[in-house]
């Protein structure tokens, strides 16, 4: 009896040890193909064979000195841009989150709710929707094909993101903060020396999506910053290159790019990952 | 069901009751959804009522101070010795002056008609023309919103100045000095710590997203569009006719059959897309956290690389492999031993729209495997033991038990995910970029959701005021399901439950 | 005298842009009615070729009031266009020029990127003919100054084409964009490049493939045109598409030619992105395909020696060879409205449209003039390529004034003709699929 129910364990596990090799490889198998095929040489543009025929290094040597065409590509600059732009709205992005989280979880003040619920409201309208205007604002600022923009873009609207961080702050028992303040500190010695330094999934998570949000928007970016391609970040850059008028060309340092691109975000991502996940479990239940 | 019954049903049937009652609550739900939408808005104008009985009553119990106040900010609390107060407030209302008077009320006062005179051209010696610029109708409307929303925080400060001096008056009367400044400042650290940290998040959301919402709000009133385009040319108020464009049904009706026919998909797409990555990520996540699987942060780390890497690579990539001389179809070529030329994104509606489904999978499921594996490790062994002495397979445990306890749990989270879903521009602007293309609608191929939709009419068609109208129904579209759905959850109701 | 002569002559001129203004209908009385304006200006200052008199820049251009522009163009063309800039400045020499600068953006885009925010777009740019309608509507886009001028040295057809309500807005640059057939000489001879038929044959027996992009409005335009079912401009609504009066059976039957020929070669023909053209020669699975004159020069650099090019091929249909017709256009030069410097931008766009800079982009980049001139050079007549878009010219749509509704019914009706599922002997499906398609071009909802 016992027998036969360890065997039955066992023909399970190797299904599902089965199933997860199956899918896993399903998953990764895009980004092996890229990783191959950014290699690719020859003057194939897309590949007709799974497996490149020639390897080489030529894609990424091009894209980095620009010795396969025009100037006006300068992807180490957009490189360069993007991540003097990732850090600080990553920065700004987090204070601000963290800020009004802890303020909807902790401090009970009039129109708390109200507060709550409008925010909730202005995340449900389409965020492209309001595109022009920004623009036009930013224009009024004199701001335009600036990295600042982007920087104010990226950052501006992440007070809105409270929802999962304030569900990570209701769970730290409220007893702590009570016995604190019967200690004699204030709220804002609560905040820095007890609350912060017990939510360091929660603050990872938040500089974790504030990071890579600059890396992967391609649309504001763009009409931001207009003709003003030294000012582009990898993601507008690596979508010109695919442009109708220099597909033919920048193909495969395309490829090269978003390689280049994935990185190291991936590997942040994963180094960072065990937080991502305490983050998103505490914040998301009660969110 | 009385309480001493429900206590004798054991935990499994437990929650098959509170199952069906959260389901069964749905239509309850949204009756009072509107009944407390009728509520909040009697009351609102309930308040404003109020508001201006309190504005008289304490014009009419004003001392001198008190009653200048409400011409002149801050003299109340300055006469109480409350100087910095007092002078900010005096600060606040010069610079409002001085504001409207060289800026904002050149553009407010064209509010109501957008301009009216147009470019027009001059030449210079007779032969080189130049446009004169006119009145810019976008630029009128923007800035009479900014000095609208201005004019709004003033007034709250007006009315705050009002009470203020008011407070102030009877402080005195009652024999109690105002506080001090440096006690107002730890204020600020301490009691009214939530202003300190509120202030810049909620300034830089109120100009960069309440200001510009606001703005198009209005131009889906108007007639913004590719003929009415500032410099060039002036729009002007429409009333409701975008809406009416797009509710237009009549046979033949590009935009409202688009409209119809694109927020069915929209829905249909949003359902599929939820439902499909949260199930499949549950069963994977389940798998990966299955007792005596080893590896578990292998098989997890695989998974997870799809959210690291940036959509717009790991979309495109996609959308070369379906190409129809793509990977994919090369791949089925080598298999089959034949030619294989499926067009897996360009031709066929139905496939189309199953690919970005199942492709949005690959997208999706992960982040659900990230955000379950620790909740499902807290559902309650002892809701699988009950289940187990009544018989139930894996199966019959994973829909009696795993699917409605997280259901349960996790319903905001779900919420949100179908509004995203709604809004899910990534996934559909570049995996398919809307095709397969039909002559049916107007400006959208057959997998367009109404955002894509959205996009490319402010892009490729420059129909401003149209998508603003479609983003207005968007948002009333998710503003509706969620706040039936975030009413009837009970985690919501449940927030002060670790206090 | 010329004072009283440019005052009378503002006032003509006004006049007419307000009779255009009023309605689309006075166009073509409008057109010959405002014919004398700005010719007898000539009498003022001088215009030769693409240099005019200093006294057209008023008092842009001086020491008080140096200029500064911005001017687009394609990347294939930013280096020369800098050059040609460089010239402009010496052709000057008494103007103060504080900066001009040549940014690279693309033609495609450049309508939208005008109308995105025109005060902080290029004073001087650069688009293809089928922008020019938005262009005009939104009011964003200068009138030519230099009218006479520019019809007197370039093609008829450019010029009416860059005409709205009988007013020129643009200066004709190229007279090229349109697509044509490029072949593997390897693959497909002169002879069988002349007819759809045995270009299909040579790639099939080569077991290379047929590529054109039969999923996109662009190309798809070809299987209607052919059929007949030519465009003529727009209603006087300005946003429905008109069509020439056609032949419904001889229509159905063409498409029916078509259809019947993409099946019969299932598997040569292809319907992929163009890009894959040139992929394809390079990797040696491609032998022929219809390709634009923007992908010429990846093309050649992929064929060598071998690269062919010709007209569109014919079809047959029931006997008869027909020309396959496409679309066609032509680039131009615009004035951004909004400029700051008004004259000096004209006279640069002017300039940068002469006879000599054609000429340049002719001899370096492989462009097609639109200057009379210029195509006799040499440099036209010898090029196969040139030769090409040339004939093909002449069995073509201009493409101008084409409704937004257009590309996708087209789109849809290439889609349908190259399906598995399209029965190439059904006539009264292939009646009702044009219909549709037209109606769905007309209809704009």
Redesign the interface.
């Known amino acids: 009896m016992i027998k036969s129910y360890k065997l039955r364990r066992h023909i399970a596990n190797a299904f599902v040890y089965l199933f997860l090799i199956v899918m896993g490889f399903v998953w990764i198998s895009p980004f092996i193909y890229l990783l191959m095929h950014s290699f690719r040489g020859g003057a194939e543009i897309y590949g007709s064979t799974i497996i490149p025929q020639e390897w080489t290094l030529q894609n990424y040597i091009d894209l980095f000195t620009g010795s396969g065409g025009t100037a006006s590509l300068n992807f180490p600059r957009w490189f360069l841009n993007t991540f003097v732009v990732a850090c600080f709205s990553c920065v700004i992005s987090t204070i601000s989150v963290l800020m009004v989280s802890y303020a909807f979880s902790r401090l009970r003040f009039k129109a708390r709710k109200k507060f709550m619920n409008v925010g909730m409201i202005l995340g449900m309208f389409p965020g492209f929707m309001t595109m022009i205007a920004i623009y036009y604002l930013l224009k009024a600022m004199g701001l335009t094909q600036t990295l600042v923009a982007l920087v104010i873009c990226y950052s501006c609207g992440a007070g809105l993101g409270f929802q999962i961080s304030k569900g990570f702050f209701d769970t730290i028992p409220r007893a702590l903060d009570e016995a604190a303040t019967i200690d004699g500190a204030t709220k804002n010695q609560i905040f820095w020396k007890i609350i912060l330094p017990m939510s360091k999934p929660i603050v990872v998570y938040t500089v974790l999506t504030s990071f890579i949000g600059p890396w992967t928007d391609f649309i504001l970016a763009k009409i931001i910053m207009g003709d003003a391609r030294d000012n582009y970040t990898v993601a507008i850059g690596l979508q010109l290159m695919i442009d109708q008028d220099f597909k033919n060309t920048y193909y495969k340092q395309f490829l090269a790019g978003s390689v280049v691109v994935a990185v190291p975000i991936t590997l942040l991502f994963l180094k960072m990952q065990k937080y991502y996940v305490e983050g998103v479990t505490a914040g998301g239940v009660k969110g | 069901m009385t309480y001493v019954e429900y206590k004798q049903l054991n935990p499994f049937q437990r929650f098959a009751y509170n199952t069906k009652k959260f389901f069964c609550n749905i239509p309850h739900a949204v009756a009072h959804f509107f009944t407390a939408l009728g509520k909040a808005i009697v009351k609102f104008f309930v308040g404003i009522g109020k508001g201006f009985a309190n504005y008289g009553k304490t014009f009419v119990k004003g001392d001198w101070a008190t009653k200048l106040s409400y011409l002149i900010f801050g003299v109340g609390d300055l006469s109480k010795g409350k100087y910095y107060k007092g002078i900010l407030f005096f600060a606040v209302e010069v610079l409002y002056i001085l504001y409207m008077a060289f800026f904002g009320w050149g553009y407010l006062k064209m509010f109501p008609t957008l301009g009216i005179q147009a470019?027009r051209?001059?030449?210079?010696?007779?032969?080189?023309?130049?446009?004169v610029?006119g009145d810019n109708s976008?630029?009128i409307l923007?800035y009479s919103v900014l000095t609208l929303v201005i004019t709004v925080v003033v007034f709250a400060i007006y009315i705050t100045n009002i009470k203020d001096a008011y407070r102030h008056q009877i402080m005195k009367a009652n024999g109690q000095k105002p506080t001090s400044f440096k006690y107002d400042m730890?204020q600020f650290?301490?009691?009214k710590?939530?202003i300190?940290?509120?202030s810049?998040?909620?300034l830089?959301?109120g100009?960069?997203?309440?200001?510009?919402?606001i703005?198009?709000i209005l131009i889906a009133f108007t007639n913004y569009d590719?003929?009415h385009?500032p410099?060039?040319?002036l729009f002007t108020w429409i009333g409701f006719d975008n809406f009416g464009?797009l509710f237009n049904l009549v046979e033949?009706?590009?935009?409202?059959?688009?409209f119809i026919k694109l927020t069915e998909w929209t829905l249909i797409w949003a359902v599929a897309a939820t439902f499909s990555n949260y199930i499949l990520g549950m069963i994977?996540a389940l798998?990966?956290n299955?007792k005596?699987?080893k590896f578990k942060s292998l098989?997890?780390?695989?998974?997870?690389?799809?959210?690291?890497?940036?959509?717009?690579?790991?979309l495109?990539?996609?959308n070369?492999?379906l190409?129809?001389?793509?990977?994919v179809n090369?791949?089925l070529s080598?298999i089959t031993n034949s030619?294989v030329?499926i067009q897996w994104l360009?031709?066929d509606a139905t496939l189309a729209r199953w690919v970005v489904i199942i492709i949005n999978c690959?997208v999706g499921i992960?982040y659900t495997i990230?955000?379950m594996?620790?909740?499902l490790m807290n559902i309650p062994e002892d809701l699988y033991e009950s289940a187990r002495i009544d018989g139930a397979g894996p199966v019959k445990t994973f829909t009696a038990i795993t699917l409605p306890y997280m259901l349960f749990?996790?319903t905001?989270?779900l919420i949100?995910q179908f509004?995203g879903n709604i809004?899910n521009?990534n996934v559909i602007y570049l995996l398919s970029n809307g095709?397969?293309?039909?002559?049916?609608?107007?400006?959208a191929?057959e997998t367009d959701i109404?955002?894509t939709w959205?996009?490319k009419l402010?892009?490729?068609?420059?129909d401003?005021g149209l998508?603003?109208a479609i983003?207005i129904l968007?948002?009333v579209i998710?503003?509706t399901l969620?706040l039936i759905v975030y009413n009837n959850s009970k985690?919501m109701k449940d927030?002060e439950a670790?206090? | 005298m010329k004072k009283i002569l440019a005052i009378l002559l503002a006032g003509m001129m006004t006049a007419t842009a307000l009779v255009g203004c009023g309605g689309g209908d006075a166009s073509s009385k409008t057109d010959n009615g405002s014919k004398a304006d700005n010719g007898s200006s000539d009498g003022a200052a001088k215009i030769e070729g693409s240099i005019v008199d200093d006294s057209y820049f008023g008092d842009e251009g001086t020491d008080s009031k140096p200029v500064t522009l911005k001017v687009w163009a394609p990347d294939a063309a930013v280096s020369l266009v800098k050059e040609q800039v460089e010239a402009f400045k010496k052709a000057y020499p008494n103007r103060k020029f504080k900066e001009i600068s040549v940014v690279a953006q693309g033609e495609k885009d450049a309508a939208t990127n005008m109308l995105n925010d025109a005060t902080t777009a290029a004073d001087v740019f650069s688009f293809p003919s089928d922008q020019l309608n938005k262009l005009v509507d939104a009011g964003v886009i200068s009138q030519v100054a230099f009218k006479d001028a520019v019809t007197e040295a370039n093609d008829e057809g450019t010029v009416k084409a860059g005409t709205l309500n009988g007013t020129l807005y643009a200066y004709p640059e190229t007279n090229d964009n349109g697509y044509y057939l490029v072949y593997d000489k390897s693959v497909v001879s002169d002879e069988q490049a002349q007819t759809l038929e045995g270009v299909l044959d040579a790639c099939k027996k080569a077991g290379k493939k047929f590529i054109m992009n039969a999923g996109d409005g662009y190309y798809a335009c070809t299987f209607a045109f052919t059929a007949g079912v030519k465009i003529d401009g727009l209603e006087k609504d300005g946003i429905t598409q008109k069509f020439v009066k056609y032949d419904e059976d001889e229509a159905v039957k063409t498409l029916q030619a078509f259809a019947k020929l993409i099946k019969d070669y299932r598997g040569t023909f292809q319907s992929l992105d163009v890009a894959n053209i040139a992929s394809g020669f390079a990797s040696g699975k491609c032998g022929a395909g219809i390709d634009g004159s923007w992908d010429t020069a990846s093309n050649q650099k992929a064929l060598g020696d071998n690269f062919g090019a010709a007209k569109l091929p014919t079809i047959n249909v029931n006997g008869t060879d027909k020309q396959l017709i496409s679309m066609f256009g032509y680039k131009y030069i615009g004035v951004n409205g909004s400029s700051k410097f008004p004259a000096t931008a004209q006279i640069l766009a002017h300039y940068l449209a002469g006879e000599e800079c054609q000429l340049q982009r002719t001899e370096k980049l492989g462009w097609g003039p639109a200057n009379k001139k210029v195509q006799e050079n040499k440099a036209v007549t010898g090029s196969p390529v040139l030769k090409a878009i040339g004939e093909q010219a002449k069995n073509a749509c201009i493409q101008v004034n084409v409704a937004n509704t257009f590309w996708d019914p087209m789109a849809n009706l290439g889609n349908k003709i190259i399906a598995d599922t399209c029965d190439p002997s059904d006539a009264a499906a292939m009646k009702k699929l044009l219909n549709e398609t037209i109606s769905n071009v007309r209809d704009e909802g």
């Open positions: 470019q051209t001059e030449y210079i010696n007779g032969i080189i023309p130049k446009q610029p976008m630029l923007l730890k650290l301490d009691g710590y939530h300190t940290l509120m810049f998040p909620v830089m959301i100009i960069f997203n309440v200001l510009p919402l703005f198009m590719k003929q385009m410099p060039g040319t464009s033949g009706a590009k935009k409202g059959y688009t994977f798998m990966i299955k005596g699987i098989w997890r780390t695989l998974f997870v690389i799809t959210i690291a890497v940036p959509q717009f690579v790991s495109l990539l996609m070369q492999m190409q129809s001389n793509g990977a090369i791949l080598n030619h030329e360009n031709q690959w992960p990230l955000s594996s620790g909740i749990v996790t905001p989270q949100t509004v809004n521009f095709n397969p293309t039909t002559e049916k609608y107007y400006q191929g109404l955002v959205l996009f402010t892009m490729n068609s420059q401003y998508a603003a983003g968007v948002f998710c503003a969620s985690s927030e670790f206090s």
